[in-house]
């Protein structure tokens, strides 16, 4: 894959370029700015954008900003947002545009080099990566919540689910056959009362909406 | 003006009619003071301190309704044995404070009523004059410059009186009470210990942050990232003669390092929430209500960015209300509403739980109140049993 790197730490973005060059990916640029940012996703047309959340000038968060806004221009471009830490709040405002190929990990998961992997070619392809650290957030719901009626293994389906994994992911993370999977997904659709979904973006951004109680 | 003058002279008659407590105050304070070489003073004294307490206090509010202000002093609190009792009652120097505000009040609250009350006697006597005039009554009771024998000698002197009497009184009567309830704020209240022991609050709590973020960054990151590299170091030599050991220590190492990420993280989230930093108030505020099993409704309409210390200490404030609101309250909903007027931050967390939250019981209020202070800020929870609970608090914000 061709890759564009957005972080204005020289280490961070030294440690990516190799981890990435290492697993077989080109980084055609790295950039340190919202501006460059753009200027590089017009011209090289990368298949995804790495993007630190904090970068100058105000270190706070431009990246987010900068993700929506690049996104907006150039519908479809997949995106993985990382940062030192998660909140629910950019997770939702990430998916908001709406579309697939968005990803929101927390920088730590770099270091399980197949697992990041694996979620930045899932976002590449139009997939979801959701940290699970958004998803626990999101999951501290008030009491007599219809979440509180599944069993603790719909409520790990519900999760992984919920981070972006495909039924074929979830059975091999659970250790169970697809068939378990996808009958879990059925009972728990059925308990919080969403419509049937395949798998997929689409389904991420219903459990995800259903979570934040959009 | 006139209204100033009522509400002056209001006050000052309230006033008066704390001097019989304050006599009696004084007087039980030094007979259990000569008692005191006794056992039995010994046992009494403290309850005359605080006799004294609650007539200061009820001084206090009085004037702090005057000034339109909190008026508060901190005491000791007095517990313990007897013995122990004596010397913190004794030791405290508000205790003397108070003692000489009784004493001094004897006077200046009788002179302070007398003026008001002479006030509103001359202006009475002023309205009189035409019956003094009217009725046949001995011309020497009424002395003044003229004689009054006309009406119009009446009509002219009636006003002019009143006139007099009113400019100056009118003017003069809210002065003393502002003079008064000031010189009892000093007394009572005195500025500069309040400032100490908030400045000296500020600095220990100050102080046990550091050491507390001290030890956490001693005994966990430093000390993950020391068998982080040892395990590395190893890894390196015996990489050659044993590789799939070093394979083993370096996800060791691995493992070590993302538990160490975790632990930064929450460590940089107790200092300063980076959302916080990215968003300010009202996002960081959100947030919180986005994350609390209790349903939230979040009100921070115009608050902006605020200093960063400010920011701060009201979400921490509100992140510990909601805590309690999650965990004590039994609440199905709770609002929180930040206003910012003129230069003060309100921060109020309402919730419609059973109420009856307890300063003591270890709920991390004392903790709020300890912040706010520091900030010379107010701090106010109402929690009537069955609830709704409200936790009110301002912080200056310039």
Redesign the interface.
């Given at each position: 894959m061709r890759v564009i790197i957005v972080e204005d730490s020289v280490l961070l973005a030294e440690g990516l370029a190799l981890l990435l060059n290492t697993e077989g990916h080109e980084v055609v640029a790295t950039v340190g700015t919202a501006e460059e940012f753009h200027r590089a996703v017009a011209g090289h047309r990368p298949d995804i954008a790495v993007v630190d959340i904090r970068l100058p000038p105000t270190f706070?968060?431009e990246g987010v900003r900068a993700a929506i806004q690049v996104r907006r221009d150039h519908p479809g471009q997949p995106i993985l947002v990382l940062s030192?830490?998660v909140?629910?709040?950019y997770a939702t405002e990430l998916l908001a545009g709406g579309g697939g190929g968005i990803g929101y990990l927390?920088?730590?998961r770099v270091?399980?080099v197949s697992e990041f992997v694996d979620a930045l070619e899932r976002v590449a392809k139009g997939g979801t990566a959701m940290d699970p650290e958004v998803i626990a957030?999101l999951l501290?719901?008030?009491?007599a919540h219809p979440i509180d009626s599944l069993t603790p293994r719909e409520r790990e389906v519900l999760s992984l689910m919920a981070e972006g994994h495909s039924n074929t992911d979830i059975a091999a993370s659970l250790v169970v056959t697809e068939r378990a999977v996808h009958k879990h997904v059925g009972n728990i659709f059925a308990k919080l009362g969403l419509p049937p979904s395949d798998s997929g973006h689409r389904r991420v951004l219903a459990v995800l909406a259903y979570l934040?109680g959009v | 003006m006139v209204w100033r003058a009522v509400r002056a002279t209001g006050r000052l008659v309230l006033d008066l009619l704390l001097v019989p407590l304050c006599v009696v105050a004084l007087l039980v304070t030094v007979v259990t003071m000569v008692l005191s070489a006794t056992y039995l003073g010994l046992v009494l004294l403290p309850f005359a301190i605080r006799l004294n307490r609650g007539v200061a206090s009820l001084a206090r509010r009085n004037a702090g309704a005057w000034l339109g202000e909190r008026v508060t002093a901190t005491y000791q609190p007095i517990r313990g044995g007897v013995l122990t009792r004596v010397r913190v009652a004794t030791g405290d120097p508000q205790t003397w404070r108070d003692l000489g505000f009784l004493a001094l009040h004897v006077v200046t609250g009788p002179l302070g009523a007398g003026l008001a009350l002479g006030l509103w006697g001359a202006l009475g006597w002023g309205l009189s004059i035409p019956l003094w005039w009217f009725a046949p009554l001995p011309e020497h009771a009424i002395h003044l410059p003229w004689a009054l024998d006309s009406w119009a000698r009446v009509a002219v002197t009636v006003p002019l009186f009143l006139g007099l009497v009113g400019a100056v009184g009118f003017r003069v009567v809210p002065l003393v009470a502002e003079g008064l309830f000031r010189l009892a704020k000093a007394i009572l209240a005195p500025r500069h210990v309040r400032l100490a022991e908030r400045v000296t609050e500020a600095l220990d709590a100050h102080g046990q942050e550091l050491r507390r973020i001290e030890r956490d960054l001693h005994d966990g990151a430093q000390a993950r990232l020391v068998s982080i590299a040892m395990r590395l170091g190893i890894a390196e030599r015996v990489l050659a003669d044993d590789p799939a050991k070093a394979a083993a220590l370096i996800t060791e190492a691995?493992l070590s390092?993302?538990e160490t990420?975790?632990e930064l993280?929450d460590i940089?989230?107790g200092m300063y929430p980076?959302?916080l930093?990215?968003?300010g108030l009202p996002?960081a505020v959100?947030?919180l209500a986005?994350?609390?099993?209790?349903?939230v409704d979040v009100e921070t309409a115009g608050v902006g960015r605020l200093p960063a210390a400010v920011e701060a200490a009201a979400y921490f404030v509100i992140a510990e209300a909601l805590t309690n609101v999650a965990r004590h309250s039994r609440a199905s909903s709770a609002q929180v509403r930040v206003r910012r007027t003129g230069n003060r931050l309100e921060a109020e967390v309402t919730d419609d739980g059973r109420g009856g939250a307890d300063e003591d019981g270890g709920s991390g209020l004392a903790g709020i109140r300890r912040r706010v202070s520091a900030f010379d800020g107010e701090t106010t929870l109402t929690s009537p049993p069955g609830g709704p609970t409200t936790l009110r608090v301002e912080l200056p914000c310039e």
């Open positions: 706070r968060d030192q830490y909140e629910q709040t927390l920088k730590d270091a399980r957030q501290v719901r008030r009491h934040s | 691995r390092t993302e990420m975790t993280r940089i989230r980076p959302i930093a990215d968003r996002g959100a947030a986005a994350r609390s099993p209790v349903p």
